[in-house]
């Protein structure tokens, strides 16, 4: 079982964090992962941005972003894969796979250790930027997790999250 995020703190206070050109607010309880977007099978280190983006299984897609954000932050050349009707409006998907970096074990920064791929077979959601469903920071889902069979671990007596793919014989 391979250890993707390791005993990542939860804060229970706001906080601040520089995203590739700007600073943005960080509420209580909010999970911040390190990802990047590339098309499908770029290699990794092949010119990909790190941002933050939020962890929300709530949020019942693999990935959404607001277009500006993903225009500033990510690969312009994704093609599309068709799109999703959310809350009466169309939004488009685009055919990109996902890197999530690594933390240092029990550190919020992220690691300069390789990132882990997480495909989406159904795509990543491109939210215009008026629409009034478009996530304020770019949120992972709980179909990411589902489609990638990961298990994702909150010790909230140690206030720490764990993220792990692969098989596990320990629960």
């Known amino acids: 079982m391979k250890r993707l995020i390791d005993r990542l703190p939860l804060s229970e206070e706001a906080t601040m964090i ?12 909010q999970i911040i992962l390190w990802v990047a977007i590339a098309p499908k099978k770029m ?13 929300d299984t709530g949020l019942n897609h693999n990935f959404a972003i607001r277009q500006r954000q993903f225009e500033k932050w990510s690969i312009p050349r994704i ?10 409006t169309l939004v488009p998907l685009l055919d990109a796979d996902l890197w999530l970096y690594p933390n240092d074990p029990g550190q919020a920064k992220p690691s300069d250790r390789e990132p882990s791929l997480l495909q989406f077979p159904e795509g990543i959601a491109i939210y215009p930027d008026d629409s009034v469903y ?16 990961l298990k994702v671990v909150i010790d909230g007596r140690k206030r720490q999250l764990s993220i792990y793919s692969g098989r596990s014989y320990w629960f």
């Open 43 to 55: 290699l990794i280190g092949s010119g990909r941005l790190r941002f933050p983006a939020l962890l």
């Open 18 to 29: 520089v995203t590739p050109n700007c600073v943005e607010s960080i509420r209580p309880y």
């Open 134 to 149: 478009a996530p304020r920071l770019p949120t992972l889902g709980l179909r990411a997790i589902l489609r990638n069979k």
């Open 79 to 88: 093609p599309r894969r068709g799109r999703v009707r959310i809350g009466g």
